[in-house]
Nanobody, 124 residues
Framework: QVQLVESGGGLVQAGESLRLSCVVS????????MGWFRQAPGKQRDQREL??????????HYADTVKGRFTISRDNGKMTVYLQMDSLKPEDTAVYYC???????????????WGQGTQVTVSS
């Protein structure tokens, strides 16, 4: 089965950096758009905020709140997407989720795949 596994979260102080990774296991197909979303404390699943996305060709999109501070990238050979987060702020505190708009497994496309999330906490 296909799994998205995030890592790299943690507790940092304001102004510091973190790098999140998301490995897609179980599928070698990479013609999709990968993204990072975050769910702030007290928010519901349907209130997850889009942070950044990247297409298979490398086109990126960022939320205004992170533009200039975060960088999304991907290594299709390693089936991995990264989120480099610099100049972190307390308001960046959230659970960060990796998302794939579609994956391919055993001759079937599956849409809207999520990872289990990784906690990022930024102290002031």
């Amino acid at each position: 089965q296909v799994q998205l596994v995030e890592s790299g979260g943690g507790l940092v102080q304001a102004g510091e950096s973190l790098r999140l990774s998301c490995v897609v296991s179980g599928s070698t197909w990479s013609d999709n758009t990968m993204g990072w979303f975050r769910q702030a404390p007290g928010k519901q699943r349907d209130q997850r905020e889009l942070v950044a996305t990247i297409t298979s060709g490398g086109t990126t999109h960022y939320a205004d709140t992170v533009k200039g501070r975060f960088t999304i990238s991907r290594d299709n050979g390693k089936m991995t997407v990264y989120l480099q987060m610099d100049s972190l702020k307390p308001e960046d505190t959230a659970v960060y989720y990796c998302h794939a708009d579609k994956v391919y497994y055993k001759s079937t496309y599956y849409y809207g795949y999520w990872g289990q999330g990784t906690q990022v906490t930024v102290s002031s």
